[in-house]
């Protein structure tokens, strides 16, 4: 199994999540980051680490959506395994309902 990033990184995007994965298997679009699920070893170390408590165990119920949707882009976005600053108005973002309808973005992050 993976672990899966879920709608409230979208905007959010604290990155503090890169920084103790031991398989650098973060991949980075332009409001969200996704996990590569051939690449996550299931460790667990992220989850807690994310503040905005966005990624959970792809096992949990009612993820299909998100695994694929870490699946579909975590091969075509750029790798990060690196944290930068977050979003100034990241904060503003944090928690708000239906952010994948209303704010995310297919395109490719920066990487690192
Ligand atoms: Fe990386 Fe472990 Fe999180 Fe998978 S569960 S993304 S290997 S830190
Ligand atoms: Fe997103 Fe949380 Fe990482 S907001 S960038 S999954 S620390």
Redesign the pocket.
Same mark, same amino acid.
């Given at each position: 199994m993976t672990f899966v990033?879920t709608d409230n &990184?979208i905007r &959010?995007?604290? *990155?503090? &999540?890169v920084e103790v994965c031991p398989v650098d298997c973060f991949y980075e679009g332009e409001n *969200?980051?996704v996990i590569h699920p051939d690449e996550c070893i299931d460790c667990g170390v992220c989850e807690p680490? &994310?503040s %905005?408590k %966005?990624?959970f165990p792809g096992t949990a119920p009612g993820l299909d959506y998100w695994l694929a949707l870490n699946a579909k882009y975590a091969p075509v976005w750029p790798n990060i395994a690196t944290k930068r600053d977050p979003p100034a108005d990241a904060k503003a973002y944090d928690g708000q309902a239906n952010k994948l309808a209303k704010y995310f973005s297919p395109e490719p992050g920066l990487g690192d």
């Open positions: 990033v &990184c &959010c995007k604290y *990155m503090d &999540c *969200m980051l680490e &994310c %905005a %966005a990624i």
